[in-house]
């Protein structure tokens, strides 16, 4: 199939650059896979749409200030966006070797010693991250050097910025609101945006109408947010991300299926780590590593019910995913709709509701 086929027309105005004054403050599109039908809703309407006995799925990964800035020898500067720990065993909150996306990455050279650069502009010479590795498309290999006794975290705690997405030109007072309320495994490189929208007031409705909650990891990296530049999108290949699923959460989905219970997954992150560990007969088996799953229109979904995702760019392998799952036309007409109506769009856009 064509990339071409999963363009559409955005305003730039539709693009938001600022989450809303209060997380739940969104708006709330549904599309019903049976007979295509909309409704604009709220985003706190969610409870009220979800029966007794469903389970919602969240993406429970947090984000790290993984956006680093280094001096190069010659002065210039260049952008360490971390993807992963070159040890996929690895913790990333303690790992010192990197896989990174580098820019301008034509500027980087193996065996450069890159100084950090403090987000005030300082350099103080005592951090650096070390190119050991050249593994194209931008990515690096880097170990970090001058690390703390007490990890990783804390140098990208002192010299990282949280990775906000290229779209969005403006700060972000409150790096807080680029996290979900639930975020746990520090190790992102990017949001799970659809779960941006939960409160702790949204999820106390839900347990009130009997939805059940459990949670699964997937780590956002370049597989998530790299762009489908070829013509053809079969073509396309993801990069991996490193998921699990743990065992209070497969039981939690085996319990939903033999109580008739729907299982949501909150964004596509959450369906390709569910889709990625299920059985045939639908159960999702426990465990954990990399998932490069690549989701079109036509394959069956086994593990997922019903999804719960933000606005997603043209040509994207997001886009593809929730097109797999509602139906290219009706969630292209559905975003059609969305673009009339005013929805705003991306990261800290509104919300859709494919049931």
């Known amino acids: 199939m064509r990339t071409a086929d999963f ?29 295509g039908g909309l409704e604009h809703r709220r985003f706190t309407d969610l409870p009220d749409l ?14 790290l200030p993984a956006r680093l800035q280094a001096r190069r020898p010659t ?30 990455a034509r ?18 010479g005592d951090a650096a ?11 690096v290999e880097l170990v970090l050097r001058g690390v703390p006794a007490e990890g990783a975290l804390a140098l990208l705690r002192r010299f990282g910025q949280v990775p906000l997405p290229p779209y969005i030109h403006r700060s972000l ?23 941006l929208h939960f409160t702790a007031e949204v999820l106390a409705a839900l347990q009130a109408r009997g939805v059940q909650r ?10 998530t947010f790299r762009p489908v530049l070829a013509e053809r999108a079969e073509e396309h290949r993801m990069h991996a991300e490193w998921c699990e699923v743990r065992p209070a959460a497969a039981e939690a989905l085996a319990r939903a299926r033999a109580r008739g219970g729907r299982v949501l997954a909150v964004g596509t992150t959450a369906v390709r780590t569910l889709e990625s560990r299920v059985e045939p007969d639908g159960s999702v088996r426990p465990g954990s590593g990399w ?65």
């Open 291 to 355: 998932t490069d799953l690549y989701i079109l229109p036509g394959r069956a979904f086994r593990a997922v019910d019903a999804l719960l995702t933000n606005f997603h760019l043209p040509r994207s392998t997001l886009l593809m995913l929730v097109a797999a799952f509602g139906g290219r036309e009706p969630v292209l007409a559905a975003y059609a709709e969305a673009v009339r109506s005013g929805y705003r769009f991306f990261s800290f856009g509104d919300a859709m509701l494919v049931l």
């Open 173 to 195: 007072p409150d790096p807080e609101r680029y996290q979900t309320v639930y975020a746990r495994a520090a190790g992102s490189a990017a949001a799970p945006t659809a779960g």
């Open 214 to 223: 459990t949670s699964v990891t997937l780590h956002v990296g370049l597989g």
């Open 50 to 63: 979800l029966a007794p006995g469903d389970l919602v799925v969240v993406n429970d990964t947090r984000v």
């Open 7 to 35: 363009d559409y027309e955005l305003p730039p105005g539709s693009i938001a650059q600022a989450p809303p004054p209060r997380r739940s403050d969104a708006r709330l599109l549904v599309l019903r896979r049976q007979g």
């Open 107 to 124: 500027r980087v050279r193996l065996g450069q010693v890159l100084p950090l650069v403090e987000p005030g502009g300082t350099t103080p």
């Open 129 to 139: 991250a070390e190119v050991v590795g050249l593994l194209g498309e931008g990515r």
């Open 75 to 104: 002065g210039g500067r260049v952008e360490l966006l971390l993807l992963h720990p070159r040890d996929p065993a690895a913790e990333p909150t303690a790992a010192a070797e990197w896989v990174a996306l580098a820019r301008p």
